[in-house]
């Protein structure tokens, strides 16, 4: 598999626009391999579990990304970065950056080891603790990239509008036959989203992302 390869997939012609070792990202395209949503500059990629992808896709062919769609999506980027259990999103920003590593270091963190993201622009969208996307904040650093540690404490302070000190964890409900069903995800990540004004777009999670709280029965509350 390979970005910009297209697929045969729940009966859509569909094109690979990123992937890692988890999840594949994908945008259906048309029959002469156009995407059905190229003229939009904001959308989230469907997305997919990778071994449920390779199991039940056929291959049709090869098809690289052309120079401005490489520029527009960024495939380059990492689908997931500084994902860690053990703690979560605060409800208060951190006014420094001693401030910020020390509360990082308490949950055996290395700050020197957060990823940054190689890019001069990216878009944050804060999530509610029912797992709904809140109004997206632009980061941008003019020499290029933002580092791991300007990008968590920058992101701590979007996050913390949207947290509730007694709630340390994110919650997803369905309704099952004997009622309703709750699960609980701890932990903070940054995930891949999409693009917001052609823009790389990132949201804020736990310590895996949404879709794969899909099928993780351990998070089940009993």
Known sequence: MKIGDIFNF??????IMMFDNKEVFYQTVKEDDTLVYAKNRTLSYYRIPKEYFE????FIKNLA?????????KPNLPLRLNFFSGLFWTNIAFRTETDF???IESADINPKELKGIEN???VIFPT???QSHKKSILLENKNGSISGN?????CFGIQSEYVKSEKPYFSRFRLIPNGREEKRLSGIGIYRLGIKGNLPSYYLGGEISFMEVESEKKLIVE
């Open 120 to 122: 001069s622009k990216v």
């Open 10 to 15: 729940t009966n859509n012609r569909i094109r």
């Open 150 to 154: 300007e990008l968590m404490i920058q």
């Open 101 to 103: 590593n020390e509360f």
């Open 55 to 58: 199991n039940n896709s056929e």
């Open 65 to 73: 990304f052309t120079e401005k769609e490489i520029e527009i999506h």
């Open 128 to 130: 509610s603790q029912q």
